[in-house]
């Protein structure tokens, strides 16, 4: 049986080690790699899936990187940084800063964050800060670029769960697993049309798939991930314009224009930044777009969404021994029990009650225990490995986690001043402060894209 620690591994990305592979890789819609080589072939920003600055910045000796805080005074009061659960699953979320001759840029994600997201999401501007901490990896043997993707981590909140069920009372275990074998029950329905259909046929029936996949995030709220991280992609990858070619030219995937996405499609994401809910109608996507110059020469949207949709769910929720083929033939014999889906469908039902935990009356009483405890064991990986700066792979869109665990860690922290110049901005570190990294994560209330804890990020 697989361990856990194999469980992270699966979820880690090397990035030396895929570069090695990409040259041997054929453009293919039937594993990850393949997905990327033909997006580096076939899309216009498709380049920088490769050559990013992120990891330019990630491969320096000394590396800057930026943290956005709506609790400035919080922090500088407590001494303290501590880092998030969430895509990053323990780190310090960062943003790269580009060394630009004597001056610091700041990366456009961050831009964006510090001007336009940070604010949407705190009721006193003032408390709005850029931390820039300076890390220093001269005396360091550590591994820079490995990268983490926390939608393959199903199997492993799947573990927890198993390691961890016996916080929950025997009346909140026995809901628990009856909610999630009712929830995969209920999407069932599009979980076997996508096993047991092509995506080409998906795309030729879009409008009807995408009607039912739509309605089944409500049951499934990982396929709101799904349909978030596809439509950043597609616009990040696809777009075109002179913004867009000026940070292409920098080795950044232009943020601003699948940000302001999300939050125009789903204005409420902004009181709680829920992706469990992302569920936008397809119409008000088609009109966003139309205001985005977006290369369709290969990939219109609708197939697009089919053909990435159809993949992530066939790779992202089945145990690995179970092929296309086994996998329509689970759905026409399923067993609604608790044990059997979790020997044939671990990693959805891991997404599955992951979510629902989340939701549960006493979620603040168990985040600290579920949440830390993954974050423990993620520490432990990445101190093994040499991991410090985890990235997010599913997209180089300039997320960095720092891992708080290191032991050699070396770093100032400093409260950073920006302004804009030259369209960039650029940041410069004030006065040092007198700030630990520590090893814990930050309650809900502090982090920057959480007004309560009912968030799903």
Known sequence: MINKFEL?????????????????ASPSFKSDIGWMRYLIDHSPNGFLLKKNVLYDVLSNKKVYLAHVTRTYDSIKKSGKLFASSGCLVGG?????????????????????IYFKEAPLFSRN????????????????????????????????????????????????????KKLTINSIRRASKLLSIVAE???????C?????????????????????????????????F????????????????????KNLIFTLRPDLTRSFNLGAFSPDFKNIVSYLKDIPIQKKHWPLEKYLAYRLHYLIMNRFYNSNLNDRTVRLFWKNVEWNFGYLQQKIMPLMGHTIHRLLRNMHRYPNFYLYFDQYKALEIWNYWNHHG??????????????????????????????????ENNASYVAPMKQLEITIEPRLA?????????NHRSNN
Not at 8 to 24: F, P, R, T
Not at 411 to 416: A, E, H, P, W
Request: overall charge positive; hydrophobic content about 40%; aromatic content about 14%.
């Open 387 to 420: 991991v410090v700066l985890p990235y997010n792979a599913i997209l180089p869109k300039g997320e960095v986690g720092l891992n708080p665990a290191y032991p050699y860690l070396k770093y100032r922290i400093f409260k950073g001043k920006v302004w804009r």
């Open 125 to 176: 501007k003032k408390n709005i800060a850029v931390l820039i901490i300076e890390l220093d990896f001269s005396s360091s043997p550590i591994s820079h670029l490995v990268g983490i993707d926390y939608l393959k981590l199903g199997s492993v909140h799947s573990a927890t769960f198993s390691a961890l069920n016996y916080l929950l009372s025997h009346e909140e275990l026995s809901n628990l």
């Open 92 to 112: 310090i979320y960062c943003i790269p800063i580009i060394k630009n001759g004597e001056k610091l840029r700041l990366h456009n994600l961050g831009e964006y």
């Open 239 to 258: 777009q075109t314009g002179d913004k867009v070619d000026y940070y292409r030219q920098q080795g950044e995937l232009y943020a601003s224009n699948f």
């Open 197 to 203: 259909f092509q995506p080409e046929r998906l795309s």
């Open 205 to 237: 029936n879009f409008k009807r798939f995408y009607r039912l996949y739509r309605q089944m995030i409500s049951e499934l709220p990982i396929l709101g991930y799904f349909l978030f991280e596809v439509l950043c992609e597609y616009v990040a990858l």
């Open 8 to 24: 992270w591994s699966l979820a880690h990305v090397n990035y030396e080690s895929l570069q090695e592979k990409l040259m041997y």
């Open 443 to 451: 309650e809900l209330n502090m982090l920057l894209m959480r007004r």
